[in-house]
């Protein structure tokens, strides 16, 4: 079972907002909706976008670069120009940390 890394304090991640994160070398997007958090790859399928630097309306995240837009629930891809969907990471969050889980090597 892979282990989970502390990514970031609780307290660094407002409701309706991005962070993005480095966490055991992989970079990750974490975001807040509905009081839930999210994690996933900070990089568009298409050609690598930031994500983080994005826009989030409610679980819709577009990217900044070329409009392509995911679930940040699922990484499923809800608009091109991207076709592949996004990675997601496991998340639990406990006293004030927020903790992924990254996929085994």
């Not at 992989?26 to 568009?44: I, S």
């Amino acid at each position: 079972m892979a282990d989970f890394f502390k990514a970031a304090e609780a307290s660094e991640l407002d409701e309706g907002e991005l962070l993005p994160v480095e966490v055991d070398g992989e970079l990750v997007c974490l975001a807040k909706v509905a009081g839930t958090v999210y994690a996933f790859t900070d990089n568009c399928t298409h050609i690598s976008g930031p994500l983080n630097e994005g826009e989030l309306d409610g679980y819709v995240l577009t990217c900044p670069w070329h409009g392509a837009q995911f679930d940040v629930r699922t990484g499923k891809a809800l608009r091109g120009p991207a076709r592949q969907d996004v990675l997601t990471y496991p998340v639990k969050v406990e006293d004030d940390a927020i903790y992924i889980q990254l996929p085994e090597a």
